[in-house]
């Protein structure tokens, strides 16, 4: 909702403040107004204003701008729907139509101001909402629907219509769901099923019908939000206001476009809170077109990358088909806490519970091996001769009689199964529809996860459709890939939000003394030299060699002996981004006549190359140590982000980073290491020392202190390498490149 003046915040950080919201109900933080304490070190929002969404998912009253009972009109159809929907939630429809007297034997009034009391919403069916938005404004209308299209999906002209629309609503206390959205919010829901709920947002309402139809297998749903072009509210006002319902257990989300990222991630943080799961489809995992950057850093993360991170840090779950989607949120939405994080996989084949299991484990999910003692209590029923130990392998027969629920119920008890998954490869009755029911029955007697995998490709059994559908305990799936998803996503958030402190609540809300110093280094519009990036860092308490800049071959020669051979020469100008490439780097350097010979060297170098210098730097030489890159770049959609990553002359072939969001805590730093494939180079290898790992994370969390308190004035900044030394020894940033915005 940055850039949004409902009640959240100007998108100038440097002149960010509080603004009004017209007659709609404040935003709140925890039960208080927004205000301006509210705000990070940057003048960012630290926390989601929630909208008071109540009145357009139940309003009093209606208007249908637009109505008509003209048969073969569209206007027709979706007016009767509305018609209907109106009914169900007891809210009093008026139509508005100029030319007619009534519509399906309802008074129609000719326009929005002629109506008989203030309406909570009004659902515009005309091609140019336009000057009704205006119209609806000045009689206090709270919310309105704009199904029109022809807006930013169309192109520049479509784009500028949609501009107008959102300036019509900025700050008038009207929220305009649209425009080219759908009829979506106002289908109608099975008032007959029990349990939590999923709440559905889409920005293509096609493609949360799957999501929707899993009513008919008794999933329940309670909202749908499909949010158009987002003009005004979007994505994450809505994962705002469905955190905050106690009725739903899981959000799940189709997402083309984020259209505020800081936003984003503050409803996805009021979630995580709340412990809510938000399962997403973001479609977009493909890069476009490679963005051009000076940085190592600028080219190691992607649009995409950003997006996958962000999600990720604050515990969205992301999928890639709308059936995982669904499955995921389904099970999400029903399954109680964990209680062990341990996996049994228990099937009537052998052959069944190896297959389940080695795609399991692969996945990473646990599954422990039973103890001694339950193996041998599993082989009062299962013969001996069979495999208990995780997967339980039963042979089948027992299934067909009072032992099958014997075995479902020992492994239920045993303290370090979490979950309890079993798939049924196919129909074999009788047997199959006993142990459908008992597996139906013991759920209903456990609070721990029950999981059955139907594999038949009819799914038209009754085991299937009566006894497992049936029941709201067990979470069915038709195949092996989408349980494991499930049931991974649901340990993981579990895991994550029972150690979840929000970065925002922890994010500095005054600069530090750091900041001044660098502003006055900062060259707008500029990149800076090495030097003067180092000095950037020196200002943050990021250790650099010892250097200095000499503009001759004497004072080279002097300031190596200041330094301590053997140094690095290397050159240093504004624009000069790469100097390896171009020869003008010259290391190892032991003696006065060599470092003369590379003066003369580098400078004569950057006269054939036209570059510009404002000197040459003699460095302090450091060797022993793993190369590793940070560095900050500006995400259009997030921000500042924060990379940390293998480094050194192969960094973009290697391409191993990791990306986060500012702000986050050490905890989120750490795990940003983790996420490494050379990983294991920090820990030590082929006899080499372990890294000084507290050390990196200092500095990755100082970097993201300047991106908090720079972002906005630096484009990007690269450290690479630095030069991680063995533990207890620090880390030390060799080179530095920063563009200012």
């Known amino acids: 909702m940055l850039g949004s003046t409902h009640g959240t915040f100007t998108t100038d950080p440097r002149r960010a403040h509080v603004v009004a919201c017209g007659e709609l109900p404040p935003h709140t933080v925890h039960g208080r107004a927004v205000t301006a304490d509210d705000l990070d070190v940057s003048g960012r929002p ?82 140019d909402p336009l000057p009704v ?68 947002i889409t920005q ?58 800081r936003a984003f991630l503050l409803a996805a943080d009021r979630a995580a809170r709340r412990g809510v799961p938000v399962v997403a489809v973001k479609v977009g995992r493909t890069e476009a077109g490679a963005r051009m950057a000076a940085s190592h850093t600028g080219k190691l993360t992607g649009a995409d990358t950003v997006v996958d991170a962000a999600m990720r840090q604050f515990g969205v779950i992301r999928v890639d088909g709308l059936d995982e989607l669904q499955d995921t949120a389904a099970c999400l939405a029903r399954a109680r806490e964990p209680k062990a994080d341990g996996v049994v996989v228990y099937s009537i084949s052998g052959g069944t519970g190896a297959h389940f299991s080695d795609l399991a484990t692969e996945a990473g999910l646990s599954l422990p091996t039973l103890s001694a003692a339950k193996q041998a209590e599993l082989h009062q029923w299962i013969p001996e001769y069979l495999n208990v130990s995780n997967p339980v392998d039963n042979g089948g027969h027992p299934v067909g009689d009072w032992r099958g629920r014997k075995i479902i119920d020992a492994i239920l008890d045993d303290p370090e199964v ?75 958030h579990h895991r994550f939000t029972a150690h979840y402190r929000s970065p925002f609540d922890e994010a500095p809300r005054t600069p530090s003394p750091s900041f001044r110093k660098a502003q006055a280094l900062m060259r ?94 003699v460095c302090q030489m450091v060797e022993r140590g793993v190369e590793m890159v940070v560095g900050v770049t500006h995400d259009p959609l997030f921000g500042p982000t924060v990379t940390v990553g293998l480094g050194g002359v192969l960094v973009e072939v290697l391409r191993d980073a990791a990306v986060r969001v500012p702000p986050f805590g050490e905890d989120q730093a750490k795990a940003m290491l983790s996420e490494l494939r050379g990983r294991a180079l920090l820990d030590g290898v082929r006899g080499a020392a372990p890294a000084d790992i507290d050390a990196l994370v200092e500095v990755v969390l100082r970097v993201q202190r300047m991106a908090l308190e720079l972002g906005d004035d630096i484009a990007e900044l690269d450290i690479n390498p630095l030069m991680v030394l063995p533990r207890g020894q620090g880390a030390v940033a060799l080179d530095a490149l920063a563009v200012c915005r």
């Not at 807006?151 to 959102?166: M, P, V």
């Not at 096609?206 to 139809?213: A, D, L, N, S």
């Not at 456990?446 to 067990?474: F, H, I, N, Q």
Request: with cysteine; hydrophobic share 45%; charged share 20%.
């Open 524 to 617: 707008p519009g500029q990149q800076l030299s090495e030097h003067a990036a180092k000095q950037l860092l020196r200002a943050y308490g990021i250790r650099v060699p010892r250097e200095q800049l000499v503009t001759s071959a004497a004072a080279a020669v002097r300031a190596a002996g200041l330094v301590g051979y053997p140094v690095v020469m290397k050159a240093s100008g504004a624009q000069l981004a790469h100097k390896t490439e171009l020869g003008l780097v010259k290391i190892g350097l032991t003696s006065a006549s060599q470092v003369r010979d590379a003066y003369r060297e580098l400078t004569d170098i950057a006269r054939y190359e036209g570059v510009d210098l404002d000197g040459i730097l």
């Open 418 to 492: 979490g979950v309890l998954i079993c798939p049924i490869t196919g129909p074999f009755p009788p047997m199959s529809d006993k142990l459908a029911q008992d597996l139906v029955d013991a759920a209903e007697q456990t609070d721990k996860l029950v999981c059955v995998v139907w594999g038949s490709p009819l799914g038209t059994e009754d085991a299937y459709r009566t006894t497992l559908l049936g029941s709201s305990r067990v979470a069915t799936f038709r195949t092996f890939a989408n349980c494991i998803t499930a049931v991974r996503a649901h340990l993981d």
């Open 133 to 200: 938005i205006e119209q609806l404004a000045e009689e206090k209308v709270r919310f309105a629907v704009a199904f029109a299209s022809g807006f930013a999906e169309t192109g520049e002209e479509g784009a500028a219509a949609q501009e107008r629309l959102a300036a019509a609503v900025q700050g008038s206390g009207l929220r305009l769901l649209g425009p080219n959205t759908n009829l979506n919010a106002f289908e109608e829901f099975r008032e007959d099923l029990e349990g939590p709920a999923i709440a559905l």
């Open 46 to 127: 630290l926390y989601a204003g929630v909208p008071d969404l109540d009145r357009f998912f139940r309003p009093a009253s209606v208007a249908v701008v637009g109505a008509s009972d003209a048969e073969g009109r569209p206007n027709t159809g979706i007016t009767r729907q509305l018609i209907a929907w109106a009914e169900r939630v007891g809210a009093r429809l008026h139509p508005v139509h100029p030319t007619r007297r009534s519509v399906f034997g309802i008074t129609c009034f000719p326009s929005v101001a002629d109506l008989p009391e203030q309406v909570d919403l009004a659902v515009l069916l005309v091609g």
């Open 204 to 261: 293509s309402g096609h493609q949360g019908r799957p999501v929707f139809t899993m009513q008919e297998l008794g999933v329940r749903l309670s909202h749908w939000a499909p949010t158009g072009n987002e003009a005004d509210l979007e994505t994450a006002d809505f994962i705002s206001y469905f955190a905050e319902r106690p009725e739903v257990g899981a959000i799940a989300c189709y997402v083309e476009g984020l259209k505020d990222g």
